[in-house]
């Protein structure tokens, strides 16, 4: 009898099959609905089997009733019924195939996209599709009359230099000896450009040699547009709002010492705030900031530096604050500018964090001459992200019903969509 000679093949399958995985099975699929180990917060998928992504965290994913949620997936643009998430199996509906979502509308049920060089939109409930306008840009303002984009324009740094436009760069407040980073200032020609839907015409209202990017149309104010100025965040004041005529351009916020940076902008949902991430100086004080556009009051939270969030977001009726931690190369896990080493121990955290803010501020602060609110937030983790890779943004967005912290994933490999309940009692539902 011939000895039996075993193949490497064989050997590995014999060895799968003994540890109780069939070699030809196909990868298993994420878990649906799970309690996370950690945190004790139940945890929903979004997205089906094949993946998909939810928007960047400025931009709106939910109608205005708060019963549905958009997200990209690989087929097209997707919804999920949020009245029934957590009592029954969730069960995303495709509502344009092949295109990718620019964000739903704050008064009607309506999402928007580009094809074909042009912006459509589709009514969420009817499903009636239609052309908005062959014009450039990709924010809607909030009752849908106006389209907001920049384009190039090589006009623009005679136009700055014209009517006088503030310098974006604090040259007392840079170290020139300091390499600007990847972004760096000026060297751009862009002027922002608002058009007006129904009649198709066009005005430049205003013109920038920097990066214009993160542009937000107010959900609230028809006329008001928050955008920011790229570069180094460090050498750059970035956070600006404008009315859509062209007048009223404002810096929300002026840095007031060396590598002091501020960022990732957002409006609240009633368009009173402007929130952004603050660093005094980067990577060594960090705050959730905002400023009332109305009445120029200033507000900060103090974030421990294991809670500062890649992005953070406010609910509807601005009572919670979620926020979507840090990986081993973020801000929190690096000495202040110019040292910039990683710390030993880490000081980020990989969690997707709820803030709760715990009664009125009971202390200021002077800034610039200014006395400043400081509150309190309550943190909490709802999802461990310890297997996520920081590459993807999570990009957390809270629910309208103030029960769901939704946002993006890798942490199971494939990128998909979940849901974190807020409350630990609905986790055991």
């Known amino acids: 009898m011939k000895p039996l000679v075993l193949l490497p093949g064989f050997i590995l399958a014999f060895a799968l099959v003994h540890a109780g995985v069939r070699a030809q099975d196909p990868p298993q699929a994420p878990p649906s609905d799970w309690i996370d180990a950690a945190t ?16 960047y965290f400025h931009q709106n994913s939910y109608t205005p009733k708060g019963d549905k949620l958009i997200f990209d997936t690989r087929k097209g643009i997707a919804a999920v019924d949020l009245t029934r998430l957590g009592l029954e199996p969730v069960k995303q509906v495709l509502i344009v195939p092949g295109a ?8 009607t049920p309506d999402v928007y996209y580009r094809k074909s060089g042009a912006l459509w939109a589709t009514n969420l409930e009817t499903k009636a599709e239609r052309q908005v306008t062959t014009a450039r840009g990709s924010v809607v303002n909030a009752d849908e009359t106006l389209v907001i984009g920049s384009e190039n324009d090589p006009d623009a740094p005679a ?7 503030p310098m974006l760069v604090t040259a007392d407040l840079v170290n020139r000896s ?11 020609s862009l002027a922002l450009v608002v058009t007006d839907i129904q009649t198709g015409e066009t005005k430049k209202i205003h013109y920038s040699t920097e990066w214009l990017n993160h542009l937000q149309a107010s959900p609230a104010d028809p006329h008001r547009v928050l955008f920011c100025h790229e570069g180094a965040w460090h050498q750059v004041d970035r956070v600006w709002t404008i ?30 705030w402007v929130w952004y991430d603050l660093q005094t100086p980067r990577s060594k004080e960090f705050w959730l900031a905002g400023v009332n556009l109305q009445t120029g009051e200033r507000l900060r939270y103090p974030i421990a530096r294991e809670h500062w969030s890649v992005h953070y977001n406010i609910s509807r009726d ?87 912290v939704v946002f993006r994933s890798n942490m199971h490999g494939r990128t998909h969509v979940y849901a974190a309940a807020v409350a630990k009692s609905e986790s055991n539902k």
Not at 100 to 107: D, E, K, L, M, N
């Open 40 to 55: 004790g917060h139940r945890v929903l998928r979004l997205s089906d089997d094949e993946g998909g992504s939810s928007l």
């Open 100 to 107: 990718r979502a620019i964000g739903t509308a704050w008064r």
């Open 159 to 165: 136009k700055v230099k014209e009517l006088g436009l």
């Open 178 to 188: 300091e390499p600007p980073g990847r972004l760096r200032p000026g060297g751009r």
């Open 243 to 272: 009315s859509t005529d062209g007048s009223e351009l404002a810096l929300a916020h002026r840095r007031t010492m060396p590598y002091e940076i501020a960022g990732h902008e957002f409006f609240s949902y009633d368009g009173q």
């Open 318 to 404: 601005g009572r919670l604050f979620a926020g979507d931690g840090g990986g081993p190369g973020s801000v929190a896990n690096l000495t202040p500018l110019p040292e910039r080493k990683t710390l030993s121990p880490p000081g980020n955290g990989q969690w997707i964090y709820l803030f709760t803010p715990q009664g009125p501020p009971a202390e200021t602060i002077e800034v610039s001459g200014q006395t400043v609110p400081v509150g309190k937030l309550a943190a909490e983790r709802l999802v461990d992200l310890s297997k996520h890779d920081y590459g993807l943004e999570p990009n957390v967005t809270i629910t309208p019903d103030n029960k769901w």
